[in-house]
């Protein structure tokens, strides 16, 4: 049964109400509303929205608790040569790549751990467009966000930001 | 399979309660009732009463919450037009109000497992969904996608989540229509579709005296009260027709086009108008009493354990239909395989390569197969296909007709395989063939453009639509040359393929590198003509008796307006089956039709003779007399057709008419109202009430009887933007005219038409 305090949700309830009202007047995301990543995140999300080039968008969703990071981020960008573009997003992988079905025209997850970061990484595109989801923890073997975990939230927002790039 | 418990990782109750008085509702505050109620049991009424309680506290703090920045552009008490959901109580509902799948799995892993495959859990993700709806909230806005999501995604309108910037969590957008959307519902609006219904507050027990109780519920409780869960769950609606009304069938009202209501599609219309609802009395056969769930939603042995089960058996939650678009892409093989079984059942289409013309011989050689005939080398050729729609209750294609794809594919063949004539082929970038005759429609906009994308809401009119209506034929001509030095038989085949979606928008959706997409054949009939003389052949199992065969001919020429074909051909149902009084009542009609109403009289007259309680030809019957000015007639015999059929639109429009001109004004009144129940969108009931009020005085409803006719009645400058279509398409004109001829050969070379448009010769010329 998971479960949380009453204590732990009224904390998350209220940031979330107060991101969501900041990540509105802050940032938007073309792909993923800030309700949305913080039920993948478990918590209130903060959101930051970049933009590298033109061509090139990025949203990066935090939430903070009790020293650990969670982040889920969405790196969308048009590429001229999509083979060449997917395979220079797939470097990062620090495990195999598996295929995914149904996600966009094609993706590959993978995993992307660093001393400070462990992630799941959904790489993929909708025609021209190439994009990257990771969701990530700081916390290693984190029970709040196990493997599985991180990998079932990186494929269900692949899904959300494939379907919205369609 | 996951409990509710597990599957729902939510807050607390009090928790949540803490949330709302703090006035800072989370978006998923939804799961908390669901949570809450799963934890405790609700055997006392006092408890019930808290969980009730409880949960309006919550939607009403999630409303409000929801309220403060939603977009009310069409109104404050209409938040989900351009489409028609709605829910009871007040305010939206909070998506977290609906247990999980995963809940209901724990009882119904059929169900589940069939559900997860299936159209209606795929509803809203799926990329041939969101490509089309995506253009309409990056053009228009979000919050017109209302109308498309209020079938698509209910959970996501309902929950006040389509509006700008909108914070409601969407992770259920993956389950689409769950169980607890079906089974929540408590009434659909009207028959007017478009997302009609209305939702209840998701409840999977009642307590003893019928309230719902909201949520989840522990499994043990539902198990000590089955009878409740069955009486929150499964209200008698889920079984009727008019349920599945409220999505398959659809409108462009107003607010989303910023034009006019424009008809997009009526299954349910269609399954009414057809025999299989037993309420039409005009059908040309007639069959058991089915519905859409009598079809689509068949019993078949269970593989997994399910409570819902009877005597091993449980009715289908896959709602297999022509969709093998979404199961391909998902890799839901069972769904495909199942999809694909059905479409090729052969009980829907039959296909009948009806007869032959020899150029410059207008006799018909037909029925194939049952006469003597010769062909020689060097003949001209023109193959008479009739494809029945014989047992579908609705047309084909029912819906979204300008991106599924049925048509028809027809070759002849020499010894050695080589084509003669080919149409309706693939091309090898998978692309149809553009001159076959397909069951599509051209949707156009006010450019005069190709309505692609499914952007229904820039479509001002169809430049073609070709369908077959529910129990109906429809014939196609092809001609064809034998060369001068033919070795051996010749084979002819025509067969109805399908494929969801046609390649244009499939490329649209995914670019032009995807896998190509399922094509699956429906029906066919092949032939073989040998040269010189050919003797009658066996029927094959599936083939039509020629009685039938003959009929179907005839409705596929008076759909054609070939007024004297289309006699001959009855006229050879009653030589072959005398005592079918449906032959002459079909004479009989072809004849009005073709205003000889001498003899149409004395047709009808035959088919009463034989069955003088035959509502058909009673009906035709009376229109005659309303031709001869016989009022009584005209009127009883009216009035035995609404009591054999009390829901016949035709019947109720025609004793409307009937009893208005006799100045029977209350009577005529209450028919056009009896009309406007059965089908609200009626231009008649609508055009024909709102002059009945204003004589009754009865100025505000004459006036919304006015508006609507108004609003719904066919634009008469539309069709300027067809024929401008046509202007740029005219290898594509003839599909708009009932009479076309498909060929090979150059024009010079065609046979041509009695009536109607010249041959489109040449236009396959290619080939």
């Not at chain 1, 009224?10 to 073309?30: F, Y």
């Amino acid at each position: 049964l998971i479960r949380r305090s009453a204590v732990h949700w009224l904390w998350i309830a209220a940031a979330g109400a107060t991101t969501a009202a900041s990540g509105h007047a802050q940032a938007h995301c073309p792909w993923l509303n800030v309700a949305t990543a913080s039920g993948m995140l478990n918590g209130p999300a903060i959101l930051d929205v970049q933009k590298p080039s033109p061509d090139e968008t990025v949203c990066a969703f935090r939430y903070t608790v009790q020293g650990t990071v969670y982040s889920l981020q969405i790196d969308v960008r048009l590429h001229q040569d999509i083979s060449r573009g997917l395979g220079s997003e797939s470097s990062v992988c620090t495990s195999p790549g598996a295929a995914l079905r149904a996600i966009g025209n094609e993706a590959n997850i993978c995993a992307e751990d660093s001393k400070s970061l462990h992630s799941d990484v959904v790489i993929g595109r909708v025609r021209d467009s190439i994009f990257r989801v990771s969701v990530s923890t700081s916390a290693r073997n984190d029970p709040a966000m196990p493997r599985d975990a991180l990998e079932q939230k990186a494929k269900d927002t692949a899904e959300q930001v494939a379907g919205a790039l369609f | 399979v996951k409990t509710g418990r597990k599957g729902n990782p939510g807050c607390s109750f009090r928790a949540a309660l803490i949330c709302c008085v703090a006035g800072v509702v989370a978006v998923t505050a939804g799961p908390a009732v669901a949570q809450q109620a799963a934890t405790q049991p609700v055997d006392h009424a006092e408890q019930r009463q808290t969980v009730i309680a409880q949960e309006q506290s919550v939607r009403k703090a999630y409303s409000d919450n929801v309220s403060a920045t939603y977009n009310y552009r069409f109104g404050k008490d209409k938040p989900s037009l351009p489409g028609n959901a709605a829910a009871v109580g007040e305010g939206f509902l909070e998506p977290g109000a609906f247990p999980k799948a995963e809940y209901c799995a724990h009882c119904h892993q059929e169900a589940y497992s069939q559900w997860r495959q299936a159209l209606h859990s795929n509803a809203f993700r799926t990329p041939f969904y969101r490509t089309s709806v995506n253009i309409l909230i990056n053009t228009k806005g979000i919050e017109f996608a209302r109308h498309c999501d209020s079938c698509h995604n209910p959970v996501a309108v309902l929950g006040g989540g389509l509006t700008q910037d909108s914070q409601v969590d969407r992770s259920f957008d993956r389950d689409g229509l769950t169980c607890m959307t079906c089974h929540s519902i408590q009434a659909v609006q009207s028959t007017e579709g478009n997302g009609g219904i209305v939702m209840g507050v998701p409840a999977v027990m009642v307590d003893e005296q019928g309230n719902r109780i909201p949520g989840e519920v522990p499994y043990d409780e539902i198990m000590k009260h089955t009878d409740r869960h069955v009486a929150a769950v499964m209200r008698p609606l889920l079984h009727q027709p008019e349920f599945c009304a409220s999505c398959h069938k659809a409108n462009l009202p107003h607010e989303l086009n910023d034009y006019k209501f424009v008809r997009a599609f009526t299954t349910y219309d269609e399954w009414q108008n057809s025999k299989f609802s037993q309420r039409n009395p005009l059908t040309f056969y007639t069959a058991d009493f089915t519905t859409c769930q009598g079809c689509h939603m068949k019993r078949n042995p269970n593989a997994l354990p399910d409570y819902g089960a009877k005597n091993g058996t449980f009715a289908s939650h896959r709602w297999l239909a022509g969709n093998t678009a979404v199961p391909f892409y998902y890799g839901f093989d069972e769904q495909l395989q199942k999809t694909i079984d059905f479409l090729k059942s052969g009980n829907y289409l039959n296909v009948d390569i009806m007869g032959l013309k020899k150029k410059g011989d207008d006799r018909l050689i037909a029925p194939l197969g049952s006469v003597p005939f010769s062909v020689d080398p060097g003949e001209t050729l023109q193959a008479m296909v009739v494809i029945q729609n014989k047992n579908i209750g609705h047309s084909l294609i029912p819906e979204v007709r300008d991106l599924y794809e049925a048509w028809v594919e027809f070759s002849v063949q020499d010894a050695g395989g080589k084509y003669l004539y080919h149409s309706g082929f693939l091309e090898p970038d998978g692309s149809l063939d553009p001159v076959a005759h397909s069951f599509t429609n051209r949707p156009v906009n006010v450019d005069s453009g190709f309505v692609d994308n499914h952007k229904v809401w820039t479509i001002r009119t169809v430049a073609f639509d070709n369908t077959v209506q529910a129990g109906r034929s429809v014939l196609i001509r092809y001609e064809f040359h034998i060369p001068e030095d033919i070795q051996g038989p010749v084979t002819i085949t025509a067969r109805v393929n399908y494929r969801h979606l046609r390649q244009s928008y499939l490329n649209n959706v995914f670019g032009k590198d995807h896998p190509a997409y399922p094509v699956v054949e429906i029906a066919s009939r092949s032939r073989v003509l040998s040269m010189g003389r050919n003797l009658p052949t066996p029927a094959l199992p599936g083939d039509n008796a020629d009685w039938m065969r003959w009929n179907n001919l005839g409705i596929a020429l008076l759909d054609q307006f070939q007024y004297p074909e289309s006699v001959d051909a009855f006229s050879e149902v009653v030589r072959l089956r005398p005592d079918y009084a449906d032959g002459y009542t079909n004479i009989s009609l072809v004849e009005a039709e073709w205003e000889k109403f001498e003899s149409a009289q004395m047709n009808i007259d035959k088919a009463l003779a034989l069955n003088p309680h035959s509502a058909r030809a009673l009906y035709y019957s009376a229109l005659l007399a309303r031709r001869f000015t016989q009022p009584d007639k005209e009127i009883s015999q009216l009035e035995e057709v609404v009591r054999q059929y009390p829901q016949s639109r035709d019947a109720h429009r025609e004793l409307g008419i009937s009893y208005y001109q006799q100045h029977r004004y209350d009577d005529s009144m209450h028919e056009f109202e009896a009309l406007q129940k059965i089908d609200p969108d009626d231009l008649a009931a609508h055009y024909n009430l709102s002059i009945l009020y204003r004589r009754m005085g009865m100025k505000k409803q004459a006036a919304e009887q006015q508006a609507m006719f108004v609003d719904k009645k066919f634009d008469p400058g539309s069709p300027v933007y067809a024929l401008n279509w046509f202007r740029d398409h005219p290898d594509m004109s003839d599909e708009n005219i009932p009479w076309h001829l498909h060929t090979n050969l150059p024009q010079q070379q065609a046979a041509q038409p009695a009536l109607g448009s010249a041959p489109r010769a040449g236009a396959e010329g290619q080939y």
